[in-house]
T-cell receptor, first 111, second 112 residues
Framework: NAGVTQTPKFQVLKTGQSMTLQCAQDMNHNSMYWYRQDPGMGLRLIYY???????DKGEVPNGYNVSRLNKREFSLRLESAAPSQTSVYFC??????????FGPGTRLTVL | GENVEQHPSTLSVQEGDSAVIKCTYS??????FPWYKQELGKRPQLIIDIRSNVGEKKDQRIAVTLNKTAKHFSLHITETQPEDSAVYFC???????????FGAGTQVVVTP
């Protein structure tokens, strides 16, 4: 099992460009999450999907959109990237109120 | 919503000594309390967790204690080793679904 996979691993964007971060899990989990982690800081929840077909805002949703494509896949889209969105993005999945498994992360730099 | 505070933010210990990290939570409905370890440049990984029906759990050199009345829980690492150097995050989660509220993290440095 691959667990949680994310693509790309690294990305550099210019201000105003758009991109989509992809996440997939093969553990048949119902819940999926997107976090951002800034240097020296904790994990802040951007969006989550409690189950297939539902998505909801987390702590820092501004500037992002998500799509729960199916049970396996949960994507995060930046429509118009800003330097403040420079961060490491982690996707995670869980079976409801249990351990969250994290992907390897995407390092995004917005110039 | 849930709010989790974690202390200290940094912890420096001599190899072989013990390390203790403390977290408090606000939502009395929270019933799942995991601890994650994140090494530099890596993803967070679960090291131990505890549910609200248990007061203490131990796994080799790592233990977690939970005081539901006071709404705080702690991570204890005994006989620390250099490979214990990392950032540790606590989290609290309510029972209805798996949304975690993470603490801000503790940077642990173990010096030989």
């Amino acid at each position: 099992n691959a667990g949680v996979t994310q693509t790309p691993k690294f990305q550099v964007l210019k201000t105003g460009q758009s991109m989509t971060l992809q996440c997939a899990q093969d553990m048949n989990h119902n819940s999926m999450y997107w976090y951002r982690q800034d240097p020296g800081m904790g994990l802040r929840l951007i969006y989550y999907s409690a189950s297939e077909g539902t998505t909801d805002k987390g702590e820092v949703p501004n500037g992002y959109n998500v799509s729960r494509l199916n049970k396996r896949e949960f994507s995060l889209r930046l429509e118009s990237a800003a330097p403040s969105q420079t961060s490491v993005y982690f996707c995670a999945s869980s079976e409801y109120n249990n351990e969250q498994f994290f992907g390897p992360g995407t390092r995004l730099t917005v110039l | 919503g849930e709010n989790v505070e974690q202390h200290p933010s940094t912890l420096s210990v001599q190899e072989g000594d013990s390390a203790v990290i403390k977290c408090t939570y606000s939502d009395s409905a929270s019933n799942y309390f995991p601890w994650y370890k994140q090494e530099l440049g890596k993803r967070p990984q679960l090291i131990i967790d505890i549910r609200s029906n248990v007061g203490e759990k131990k796994d080799q050199r790592i233990a977690v204690t939970l005081n539901k009345t006071a709404k705080h829980f702690s991570l204890h690492i005994t006989e620390t080793q250099p490979e214990d150097s990392a950032v540790y995050f606590c989290a609290a989660s309510p029972p209805y679904w798996g949304k975690f509220q993470f603490g801000a993290g503790t940077q642990v440095v173990v010096t030989p």
